[in-house]
């Protein structure tokens, strides 16, 4: 048994591609506005040739009318076919190509008509209006069919009403005035329509191009997409229009940048104000992955621009994965610092073991009680004045990668700083960078030594990183602390650029400042203030004789008493 192939039905609807629909639509509403066009003119046009033509009647019948000889043929004769009545109306209707000029008396009887046979007869209309002195224009049917007819008084020598004068023009040449002028009204409707036909042709072309010959049904689940993909990527977007403005954010760029709806429409200078930051987003920074600081965000933006002038940038936030990168760096300070320990606490004891082989009792116990007295004179000058154990461990841990690097690190003599620190993990932080900074900078330099100094002025506290490296030139200054900017190779975890960058930013948040100078002797110093680093003293009870009391700290493996 065949199978009978299915029947494939004739779907008629809208075409589904944006440049058809558009086209059909667009093409729909010029021949539209040209059939109402036409009408809307027609229909004028009709009663403005009806008003020609009954004004062009009235004028002959005026004229007529103003003939001496029409008056006085009235009303001195009788009517009649060859009387001088009808001679003289025949004239001028031939020569105005009027339909009819009918002269009439008092008694609505005729004396002048294009048939003869009607001379003498009552007219079929009213002529009562212009026995009475007035002017009438009108269309009406009569004997000789539909006409535009003006009417009007006929006066004697005297100015008597002896009758009126009626002239009719063919309606029928009024009607086909109308019908001709109807092609040449098509053809210039038929012209319009094409123009309009062909700017809707390259309108939807170019429609076409810049929707990529899309269905309406596909851009609207592009945008649906897009909406669903901008607000759900873990990724920050800003989109800015050819103006620099911005015209769209996802909800990871608004809590990135710490920013809402009301930036929609402003540049970045007037939604972030100055900094990097904006410059990466307004295009005045460029490159790829370039790293800023906002807020307490360390980002990584990039900016592509867009083929209608404006741009998209993207924003990932870094901030959790250079947290882990610094204390990935700490990490390794500790563990230069254990080795270098090691390397010279092997070097003490090969030589302790030397001194023992050697008999040598008297000098092994001096060596021993030289190495000890130099690590407790070393951690007691630092806690003595620092008296943060944090910052103390830090610097008796840096003190030692630095001994190993060849560099010496002091502790300046006017160093006095209580433990009252309200943020001592920040102040490690910016203590830390400075001081590798500044390590960095003297290594491989003859006489290399740095030189830490804190002291408390009130509650403010003043932090002092000098070195003697070859220092930072005027011009750069400022430079240094912009973030992304660095001369050094970026380490494994990432990218630099951004300790100096943080100390500032969190100087800057207590209402302090960061600032690079030149040190006395060559080199570079550092300067930090920070004016509410420290809690006020609590008073100390009157007699209590007893010190502010003791804490440990551990150093090199070794406990203290601070």
Known sequence: MRSTPPVRRLRLGLPRRMFSQVLLMQVAIAAGVAVLATGLFLAPLSKQLDQEAMRRALAIAETTAQDPQIAEGVRTTAPSGNGPVQREAERIRRATHAEYIVVLDRDWVRWSHPTPSEIGRRVSTDPSDAL????????????????????????????????AVSVGIAYDSVRARLISAIPGLFAYAGGALAVGALAAWLISRRVQRQTRDLAFSDISALLAEREAMLHGIREGVVALDRGGR??????????????????????PDEALGTGRTTDVLAGRVTGTDLLTVCGQRVLVANRMPTGDGGAVATLRDRTELEQLGREL??????????RAQDHEHANRMHTLLG??????????????????????????????????PLLAALLVGKATVAAER????????????????????????VVGNLVDNALDA????????????LRAEGRAVVLGVRDTGPGVPEDRRELIFTEGWSTK?????????????????FAERQGGSATVGPAAGGGAEFTVVLP????????????????AGTSMVTVAGAEEEV
Do not use: C
């Open 132 to 163: 009475a002195g007035k002017e009438v224009m009108e269309i009406d049917r009569g004997t000789l069919g539909r006409s535009a007819r003006g009417k009007v008084p006929l006066y004697d020598a005297g100015h008597h009403v002896v009758g």
């Open 355 to 388: 001194l023992l082989e050697l008999e040598m009792y008297d000098d092994a116990v001096e060596f021993v009680g030289e190495v000890v007295g130099d690590h407790r004179a070393t951690a007691e000058q630092v806690t003595e004045r620092i008296q943060d």
């Open 442 to 453: 003297v290594a491989a330099t003859p006489h290399a030594r740095v030189e830490v100094e």
């Open 489 to 505: 190779k970026p380490p494994a975890h990432g990218k630099r650029g951004i300790g100096l960058s943080l100390v500032r930013r």
């Open 532 to 547: 509410e680093a420290l809690t006020e003293p609590e008073p100390v009870p009157a007699g209590s004789g007893e010190s």
């Open 329 to 338: 760096d700490s990490t390794r300070g500790l563990i230069d610092a254990l």
């Open 246 to 267: 911005v015209r769209l954010l996802n909800d990871e760029a608004r809590r990135l940048l710490g920013i809402g709806d009301e930036a929609l429409g402003r540049t």
């Open 406 to 429: 060849g560099v010496a690190l002091w502790v300046s003599e006017r160093t006095r700083l209580p433990g009252r620190l309200i943020d001592p993990r920040g102040l490690v932080t």
